[in-house]
């Protein structure tokens, strides 16, 4: 698969090979499935807690006599049938994270990146140089490459921070380095742009 390298005004200043074993695979939805799970089961911080009966701080004194009152029995004001008493079964910290194999992990994120180019909604800019943070050419740079009103994911090379920065307040825009690309940020973009020279990390990343 061809696909056209583009200059930050949107013109074309080349072709760029996507390679089949990576774009234009028989997707596997069940797998996509299986790592969107996983990524979004990571993203929960599983700091819920609430108190029991035994962590309810609370006289331990019985609170009326055992017979005769004409109700049921009660032994302690912590008991959960009480207002402020403690909850039965309650949440507790815990780790929601799902074990995945690599296989089924790469699996995905070719399937959706699969998605992706079969609906032309890939792209690859030629390196851009961001010398300074500055949101404004990054809003420029949406403009010239007619993505304003798109979610848009830029897929970079390595770490920029500059770039990362630039773009940190456009809502609809995301910038991650090729080593984190997940099946996640690829299917919730609209459109997804290959920094020049993070297509070829993606495909010595993925093809092993």
Sequence with gaps: ????????????????????????????????????KRYLAAQRQGTH??????????????????????????GSIKSPLFKGGGRVFGPRPRNYEIKLNQKVKTLARKSALTYKAQENNISVLENVDFSTPKTKDFVNLLSGLSFADSKVLFVLPED?????????????????????????????????????????????????
């Design 49 to 74: 807690k609430s108190k029991e009966k035994a962590e309810i701080t609370g006289s331990t004194r019985k609170i009326k006599k055992q017979k005769g009152t004409g109700t049921a029995r009660a």
């Design 1 to 36: 698969m061809e696909i056209s390298i583009l200059d930050k005004t949107g013109k074309e200043k080349g072709k760029q090979v996507l390679s089949d074993t990576v774009f234009a695979i028989e997707p596997n939805d069940h797998a996509i499935y299986l790592d969107v």
């Design 160 to 208: 920029n921070k500059n770039f990362y920065l630039s773009a940190r307040n456009i809502q609809k825009a995301k910038v991650t380095p090729v080593s984190l690309l997940n099946t996640y940020d690829v299917l919730n973009a609209n459109k997804i742009v290959f920094v020049q020279g993070s297509v070829e990390k993606l495909e010595e990343l993925l093809v092993k």
